[in-house]
Nanobody
């Protein structure tokens, strides 16, 4: 069982930066692949970025490549999402999620078992 708590959301002007954090409970955090997903009103939940249990593999949505960076600190049971050059279209509720690491790092939200409550990111244009 993994419990996830996101923080770091807020309101920022276009072109600005935010760093989201996701703190995980439990002693087995290092066994889990982690993902950041987002959902805007009226839209489906979509992947933003994912990182393997070891941190050795990462994947990004095309829309955020070069602007966002996912990382993790297994000693602190925390995964981060550094968001730079934010755009209005990045406005959404952001969620972190976990799945046991096995095989290919997935960007499919249906394969993630544990979810945080979400944190709102609003980018003003």
């Amino acid at each position: 069982q993994v419990q996830l708590v996101e923080s770091g959301g807020g309101v920022v002007q276009a072109g600005g930066s935010l760093r989201l954090s996701c703190a995980a409970s439990g002693r087995t955090f290092s066994r889990y692949d982690m993902g950041w997903f987002r959902q805007a009103p009226g839209k489906e939940r979509e992947v933003v970025a994912a990182i393997s249990w070891s941190g050795g593999s990462t994947r990004y949505a095309d829309s955020v490549k070069g602007r966002f960076t996912i990382s993790r600190d297994n000693a602190k049971n925390t995964v981060y999402l550094q968001m730079n050059s934010l755009k209005h279209e990045d406005t959404a509720a952001y969620y972190c999620a976990a799945k046991l690491g096995a095989g290919i790092l997935s960007r499919d939200p249906r394969l993630y078992n544990y979810w945080g409550q979400g944190t709102q990111v609003t980018v003003s244009s």
